[in-house]
């Protein structure tokens, strides 16, 4: 029997498996179980084991009823028997009526004392209620429109299904409030019965047929109220369903429909059972929208009508019970755990994962790191290698062990390449030979993966000797392979053993060698080696001797130059730009160095160095014939005409001429100038266009023979009557600009000696150096007070003589200084 359970289970998954794929790819929102073999009977024998049954016939149950707490149960039978008690105490009422009771419905609040209520339903719908003395009451609240096939209680409001239509009773005014008639009058009520549900207090949904109402209850005005119910039913919406209903159940804002479908074979063409569905539906105002809908395999769906189904369901927990004659299928809400269930078994793992992650604290069967391996797993089988190794640093994360069985798995399909970019190198570390595998999976077939692997990785993670040692073997094959001794080097330096590292760098000329010295202080060991650096790359390598002259001399680099002199001519050079003085010693060796390899900097060198034997320098340059270092050197020398006559003479440049003898600033040099330009027209004209402004171009235009013909004479003589006119122009604006500003000093300084002088007690007189005020205020007084505020009592100056009538103060004139020649006085 519970194999047959077992395998009926398993149909029920199956078949609903099966409806997904066919109807949609999307995730269901429900999951099923089906309760063990022989359930309803169980419910029927306890039930009926409450119940006050005398006879040994079994008895059928019609239905069950709970109140909100789960404390009560009323339950009613085929013979009529009705019993309503306590689950957990001895509260009890049972009653026998001489015909079957076919619905029962306890008050929701039964466990309160004021609410001990509950209806049944046969032919009539009657109301029991506890009186005050504990005696029950009954009371007929409808009959006379055929039997009541459905109640539901919520709150202050029954509602009950016959066969004429749907009403709604309140239970504290005591009044029905509304009759909603069914739509489809040829069908059998007792085929296919009204389903009711209550998604709240106010709301009932009524499904009959193929119809279905949501159904809101409102207050009704005040001003409306007259004689009629105070409250009234309003249809919100109302839509039609593709199949016969059997069952309604709220979820939330939408609404869980239980169908009895019925479809015609292709074979025979006649109609036949199918399985129940169970569809989940968004109501709309006139419409629906089907959210997701799932077929069920219950036991014996080939012979059910669509009264055998019902559908019962909890509000707390999302339960929804698909009750059949021979079955119970429970139905609730999917939980993550049921999420990622669906999504493992699409194989969306990385969906699966991210939804684990987020609701980690919630899953209950997954755990995350089983998700992410299955997830690596899936994509190897792909063959998306890549992805899956990337994917190990997020899932594997510091667990080692893990990561040393991920690699092994790797190198087993020959894909160790592909999780070497992504091996931890920090936290954790693995074992030395999971690394030490990688780089001899490298070195046999990638040299330059190879070489980027022990660029990136710490040398600490492997046997670095071990590492060194396959690299050797590898160049005894290939020993001109720059990857190879280009890692090796780098090899040699995580070992500290930089002499051969830096031997590597030089005979492979790497950029990296300045920077092996600079870090690892290697200048000792480059002492012989300065030609191999300078020249791999002279500028680099003069600027690190430069850099660290107290770890290599001056000296000694000159030293180890001294057979390549072009590479000496550049170090000396550089040393001579960050420093003339230096290098003084070596400045002579430079004249020649300088002539030989860079003569475009002989000159700036001669005119910068004050360390230079001229004598030497004039020797040298006159063996190569260098005229303008020559002139340059002649005119330090002294031998300003002899430069100017090289100039004339060996360059024949009569621009360069005039420049050299204007910065000579010599009236012998320009008569010289003249002297040498007289018989040469092309010079004449030159100095006509130069001259003007050192020497009187008279002076020229008289020595200029007669009948000569000058090139652009008249140019140059306008050029001069030019600047001639210029000159005069400036000569007159300087003099305007200076009689105005004359003018204007000379207003202001009357202006200044025109104010008065402050006078007090603290003044004194500059010859008897008393107080130049008297004490006594009355006394008559006289003060003299020169512009230069020099002041004197008038009897303390001398008397002014006939051939000098003016008066001067006596300090400023003995002073020469002009302000004491204007004088105020002040008398009393």
Same mark, same amino acid.
């Given at each position: 029997?519970?194999?047959?359970?077992?395998?009926e289970?398993?149909s029920?998954?199956?078949?609903t498996?099966?409806?997904?794929?066919?109807?949609?790819?999307?995730?269901?929102?429900?999951?099923?179980?089906?309760?063990?073999?022989?359930?309803?009977?169980?419910?029927?024998?306890?039930?009926?084991?409450c119940?006050?049954?005398?006879?040994?016939?079994?008895?059928?149950?019609n239905?069950i009823?709970?109140?909100?707490?789960?404390?009560h149960?009323?339950?009613?039978?085929?013979?009529?028997?009705?019993?309503?008690?306590?689950?957990y105490?001895?509260?009890e009422?049972?009653?026998?009526?001489?015909?079957?009771?076919?619905i029962?419905?306890?008050h929701p609040?039964?466990?309160?004392?004021?609410?001990?209520?509950?209806?049944?339903?046969? &032919?009539?719908l009657?109301?029991?209620e506890?009186?005050?003395?504990?005696?029950?009451?009954s009371?007929?609240?409808?009959?006379?429109e055929?039997?009541?096939?459905?109640?539901?209680?919520?709150?202050h409001?029954?509602?009950?299904?016959?066969?004429?239509?749907v009403?709604?009773?309140?239970?504290?005014?005591?009044?029905?409030?509304?009759?909603?008639?069914?739509?489809?009058?040829?069908?059998?009520?007792?085929?296919?019965?009204?389903?009711?549900?209550?998604?709240?207090?106010?709301?009932?949904?009524?499904?009959?047929?193929?119809?279905?109402?949501?159904?809101s209850?409102?207050?009704?005005?005040?001003?409306?109220?007259?004689?009629l119910?105070?409250?009234y039913?309003?249809?919100?919406?109302?839509?039609?369903?593709?199949?016969?209903?059997?069952g309604?159940?709220?979820?939330?804002? #939408?609404?869980?429909?239980?169908?009895?479908?019925?479809?015609?074979?292709?074979?025979t063409?006649?109609?036949y059972?199918?399985?129940p569905r169970?569809d989940?539906?968004q109501?709309?105002?006139?419409?629906?929208?089907?959210?997701?809908?799932?077929?069920?395999t $219950?036991?014996?769906?080939?012979?059910?009508?669509c009264?055998?189904?019902?559908?019962?369901?909890?509000?707390?927990?999302?339960?929804?019970?698909i $009750?059949?004659?021979?079955?119970v299928?429970?139905?609730?809400?999917?939980?993550?755990d049921d999420?990622?269930?669906?999504l493992?078994?699409?194989?969306?793992?990385?969906?699966a994962?991210?939804?684990a992650?987020i609701? #980690?604290?919630n899953?209950?069967?997954?755990?995350?790191?089983?998700?992410?391996?299955?997830?690596?797993?899936?994509?190897?089988?792909?063959?998306?290698?890549?992805?899956?190794a990337?994917?190990?640093?997020?899932?594997?994360? &510091?667990?080692?062990?893990?990561w040393e069985y991920?690699?092994?798995?790797?190198?087993e399909?020959? #894909?160790?390449k592909?999780?070497?970019?992504?091996?931890?190198?920090g936290?954790?570390?693995?074992k030395?030979?999971?690394?030490?595998?990688?780089?001899?999976?490298?070195l046999?077939?990638?040299?330059e993966?190879f070489?980027?692997?022990?660029r990136?990785?710490p040398?600490?993670?492997?046997?670095?000797?071990?590492?060194?040692?396959?690299?050797?073997?590898?160049?005894?094959k290939?020993?001109?392979?720059?990857?190879?001794?280009k890692?090796l080097?780098?090899?040699?330096?995580?070992?500290?053993n930089?002499?051969?590292?830096?031997?590597?760098?030089?005979?492979?000329?790497?950029?990296?060698?300045?920077?092996?010295?600079?870090?690892?202080?290697?200048?000792s060991?480059?002492?012989?080696k300065?030609?191999?650096?300078?020249?791999?790359?002279?500028?680099?390598a003069?600027?690190?001797?430069l850099?660290?002259?107290d770890?290599?001399?001056?000296?000694?680099?000159v030293?180890e130059?001294?057979?390549?002199?072009?590479?000496?001519?550049?170090?000396?050079?550089?040393l001579?730009?960050?420093?003339?003085?230096?290098?003084?010693?070596?400045?002579?060796?430079?004249?020649?160095?300088?002539?030989?390899?860079?003569?475009?900097?002989?000159?700036?060198?001669?005119?910068d160095?004050?360390?230079?034997?001229?004598?030497?320098a004039?020797?040298?340059?006159?063996?190569?014939?260098? $005229?303008?270092?020559?002139?340059?050197?002649?005119?330090?020398?002294?031998?300003?005409?002899?430069a100017?006559k090289?100039?004339?003479e060996?360059?024949?440049?009569?621009?360069?001429?005039?420049?050299?003898?204007k910065e000579?600033?010599?009236?012998?040099?320009?008569?010289?100038?003249?002297?040498?330009?007289?018989d040469?027209?092309?010079?004449?004209?030159g100095?006509?266009?130069?001259?003007?402004?050192?020497?009187?171009?008279i002076?020229l235009?008289h020595?200029?023979?007669e009948?000569?013909?000058?090139?652009?004479?008249r140019?140059?003589?306008?050029?001069?009557? %030019?600047?001639?006119n210029?000159?005069?122009?400036?000569?007159?604006?300087?003099?305007k600009i200076?009689?105005?500003d004359?003018?204007s000093?000379?207003?202001k300084?009357?202006?200044?000696?025109?104010?008065?002088?402050?006078?007090?007690?603290?003044?004194?007189?500059?010859?008897?150096?008393?107080p130049i005020?008297?004490?006594?205020?009355?006394?008559?007084?006289?003060v003299?007070?020169?512009?230069?505020?020099?002041m004197?009592?008038?009897?303390?100056?001398?008397?002014?003589?006939?051939?000098?009538p003016? %008066?001067?103060?006596?300090?400023?004139?003995?002073?020469h200084?002009?302000?004491?020649?204007?004088?105020?006085?002040? &008398?009393k």
């Amino acid at each position: 029997m519970a194999e047959a359970e077992e395998q009926e289970t398993e149909s029920l998954e199956e078949s609903t498996d099966e409806s997904e794929e066919e109807e949609s790819e999307e995730e269901p929102k429900l999951k099923y179980e089906r309760l063990s073999n022989g359930v309803t009977e169980i419910l029927q024998k306890d039930a009926a084991s409450c119940m006050t049954v005398h006879d040994k016939s079994p008895v059928k149950i019609n239905q069950i009823s709970l109140d909100e707490s789960g404390e009560h149960m009323g339950v009613c039978s085929e013979d009529g028997k009705v019993q309503v008690f306590g689950l957990y105490s001895g509260e009890e009422f049972h009653e026998t009526f001489d015909c079957p009771i076919k619905i029962i419905a306890v008050h929701p609040q039964y466990v309160r004392s004021s609410c001990k209520q509950f209806v049944t339903g046969g &032919k009539k719908l009657l109301l029991f209620e506890r009186s005050w003395m504990s005696r029950w009451k009954s009371s007929v609240l409808h009959e006379g429109e055929g039997n009541i096939r459905s109640v539901k209680w919520r709150g202050h409001l029954i509602a009950w299904a016959n066969n004429m239509g749907v009403k709604i009773f309140d239970i504290t005014s005591k009044q029905r409030i509304t009759n909603v008639p069914r739509d489809d009058i040829s069908l059998r009520p007792d085929m296919y019965p009204c389903s009711l549900c209550w998604k709240d207090n106010v709301t009932l949904i009524i499904g009959w047929g193929t119809s279905v109402k949501i159904c809101s209850v409102k207050e009704r005005h005040a001003s409306e109220m007259r004689d009629l119910p105070s409250r009234y039913v309003e249809i919100v919406s109302q839509f039609e369903t593709e199949f016969y209903i059997s069952g309604l159940a709220p979820l939330c804002d #939408q609404l869980v429909v239980l169908s009895y479908v019925k479809e015609v074979s292709e074979k025979t063409e006649r109609e036949y059972c199918a399985r129940p569905r169970l569809d989940i539906i968004q109501p709309l105002a006139e419409t629906c929208e089907e959210i997701s809908s799932d077929a069920l395999t $219950v036991r014996g769906f080939q012979e059910n009508e669509c009264r055998d189904y019902h559908l019962e369901y909890s509000e707390g927990e999302s339960l929804f019970y698909i $009750v059949s004659p021979r079955d119970v299928v429970v139905a609730k809400e999917r939980d993550q755990d049921d999420h990622i269930d669906w999504l493992l078994e699409k194989k969306k793992y990385e969906e699966a994962l991210m939804a684990a992650e987020i609701s #980690q604290r919630n899953i209950k069967r997954h755990k995350i790191l089983d998700i992410g391996l299955a997830y690596i797993n899936h994509l190897v089988e792909k063959g998306d290698y890549d992805i899956a190794a990337r994917k190990c640093q997020k899932i594997l994360g &510091k667990n080692a062990a893990l990561w040393e069985y991920e690699v092994y798995k790797f190198k087993e399909i020959g #894909q160790l390449k592909a999780i070497s970019p992504y091996l931890p190198r920090g936290d954790p570390v693995l074992k030395p030979l999971i690394y030490e595998m990688i780089l001899h999976e490298f070195l046999e077939s990638d040299y330059e993966g190879f070489a980027t692997l022990i660029r990136e990785w710490p040398g600490d993670l492997y046997n670095n000797s071990v590492i060194v040692q396959a690299v050797r073997d590898h160049l005894k094959k290939d020993s001109q392979n720059r990857t190879l001794l280009k890692t090796l080097a780098e090899l040699y330096t995580y070992d500290k053993n930089y002499g051969n590292a830096l031997e590597i760098y030089l005979t492979l000329r790497h950029k990296d060698v300045f920077q092996l010295i600079h870090k690892h202080n290697l200048f000792s060991s480059i002492k012989d080696k300065i030609v191999l650096l300078m020249d791999f790359d002279s500028e680099k390598a003069v600027d690190m001797l430069l850099d660290n002259e107290d770890k290599i001399s001056i000296k000694k680099v000159v030293e180890e130059l001294e057979d390549r002199p072009e590479l000496q001519h550049v170090y000396l050079h550089k040393l001579f730009k960050r420093d003339h003085h230096k290098g003084q010693r070596y400045h002579e060796k430079q004249i020649s160095l300088y002539a030989e390899y860079d003569r475009p900097n002989l000159l700036p060198f001669l005119r910068d160095s004050t360390h230079c034997p001229l004598e030497k320098a004039l020797e040298i340059c006159q063996q190569r014939n260098f $005229v303008e270092e020559t002139v340059y050197l002649l005119s330090r020398m002294g031998n300003s005409r002899s430069a100017l006559k090289m100039i004339m003479e060996e360059l024949h440049d009569v621009d360069k001429a005039i420049e050299f003898a204007k910065e000579q600033d010599d009236g012998e040099l320009w008569e010289d100038l003249i002297l040498y330009s007289i018989d040469k027209p092309p010079f004449i004209t030159g100095l006509l266009n130069n001259i003007g402004t050192h020497v009187d171009p008279i002076l020229l235009i008289h020595r200029i023979k007669e009948g000569m013909e000058i090139p652009n004479l008249r140019d140059s003589l306008v050029k001069i009557l %030019q600047d001639y006119n210029l000159q005069i122009l400036l000569r007159e604006g300087c003099k305007k600009i200076l009689v105005a500003d004359s003018l204007s000093l000379l207003k202001k300084m009357h202006r200044t000696q025109m104010k008065g002088v402050l006078v007090d007690e603290e003044n004194i007189c500059e010859s008897c150096l008393s107080p130049i005020l008297p004490s006594d205020a009355a006394k008559p007084f006289s003060v003299v007070i020169f512009h230069c505020r020099h002041m004197f009592h008038k009897e303390c100056l001398p008397v002014p003589s006939m051939a000098s009538p003016a %008066q001067f103060c006596n300090i400023c004139s003995a002073k020469h200084r002009g302000p004491g020649s204007a004088i105020l006085e002040m &008398k009393k």
